[in-house]
């Protein structure tokens, strides 16, 4: 009421009725509500511009700071995003991202005497690493082979002694043979098998526990054993192909052979890189 009085005092009215008086200071005081609230809003509104302002500054001091072209703001941001540990480098601009696709060219049932150097040599040329499921009982016959695959970086797995197909009466005999070709591969390069291609694919999970050993199957099966057709076999794996795909091919044929030459030839120039099947499989 005293504010109401200076009011009375300040602003002089006609003096003719009390109701007019009383509307008029009512319509002053919503006036001064009404200013009060629009500069609250405008002391708001500024400082938040400000605010902004503020942080847009730091951060073009830290562009300059940090040499960061104004291009590479998201990462920037993603990299803020990260565990606080990681620190955010620049990347070149022109920098693009190798295509990296895997893939796995193997052999089985060899090593084959008339076939095999032919396939090391081609290998050896285009610099190419296999894999190779070899039998005990061939290991056996062609232990330098076995030493020079091993000493050509190729990896060197496990084809059961006499290419046995386990079934339901010869568990233990399948194991026996799996473990003598181990040994036989062993007496050669010094290293045991940890890979295994089961004849026909045929396995038992419980063999992984009893034999420490990783079974190995495949994705591209040419049946190249059965057409001994270059073009046919290399046409199924190239149209097959694809990132960590495993390719299963015999090192006893010369048809397969020349097949895994125009193989390898066309699929490193489609962008894939031949791997054993160890990176494959855990890499
Ligand atoms: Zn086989």
Same mark, same amino acid.
């Given at each position: 009421m005293q504010e109401s009085g200076k009011l009375l005092i300040f602003f002089p009215r006609p003096a003719y009725t009390i109701v007019s008086n009383f509307v008029w200071l009512v319509t002053m005081k919503?006036?001064?509500?009404?200013i009060i609230l629009f500069d609250v809003l405008l002391l708001l509104l500024l400082s938040g511009m400000w605010a902004e302002r503020e942080a847009q500054k730091a951060f073009s001091s830290y562009m300059e700071q940090e040499n960061v072209p104004a291009m590479q703001t998201d990462h920037i941001h993603k990299? +803020?995003?990260?565990? %606080?540990?990681?620190? =955010? &480098?620049?990347?070149?601009?022109?920098?693009?991202?190798? #295509?990296?696709? $895997?893939?796995?060219?193997?052999?089985?049932?060899?090593?084959?005497?008339?076939c095999t150097p032919t396939l090391l040599?081609?290998?050896?040329?285009?610099?190419?690493?296999?894999?190779?499921?070899?039998?005990?009982?061939?290991?056996?016959?062609?232990?330098?082979?076995?030493?020079?695959?091993y000493g050509e970086g190729h990896l060197i797995g496990n084809h059961t002694y006499s290419h046995i197909q386990l079934n339901e009466d010869n568990r233990e005999t399948f194991k026996e043979e799996i473990e003598k070709t181990s040994m036989?591969?062993? +007496?050669?390069?010094? %290293?045991?098998?940890? =890979? &295994?291609?089961?004849?026909?694919?045929?396995?038992?999970? #419980?063999?992984? $526990?009893?034999?420490?050993?990783?079974?190995?199957?495949?994705?591209?099966?040419?049946?190249?054993?059965?057409?001994?057709?270059?073009?046919?076999?290399?046409?199924t794996v190239c149209e097959g192909a694809e990132e960590n795909a495993i390719i299963l091919l015999h090192d006893q044929y010369e048809t397969s052979?020349?097949?895994?030459?125009?193989?390898?030839?066309?699929?490193?120039?489609?962008?894939?890189?031949?791997?054993?099947v160890d990176k494959i499989l855990f890499d």
């Open positions: 919503k006036i001064r509500n009404y990299a +803020e995003e990260n565990t %606080e540990e990681s620190e =955010y &480098v620049p990347e070149d601009t022109n920098y693009v991202e190798p #295509e990296e696709k $895997k893939i796995a060219i193997t052999f089985d049932d060899g090593p084959n005497a008339a040599q081609g290998l050896k040329d285009r610099n190419v690493k296999a894999t190779f499921f070899v039998t005990g009982k061939n290991v056996e016959k062609n232990p330098q082979i076995v030493q020079q695959m036989a591969v062993q +007496e050669i390069t010094g %290293e045991g098998t940890l =890979y &295994v291609r089961p004849p026909y694919g045929s396995w038992d999970k #419980e063999f992984e $526990k009893e034999l420490n050993m990783f079974p190995v199957l495949w994705d591209i099966d040419p049946k190249d054993w059965c057409s001994k057709d270059v073009g046919k076999i290399v046409e052979v020349e097949a895994a030459f125009e193989i390898i030839d066309r699929l490193t120039k489609e962008g894939y890189e031949f791997v054993t």
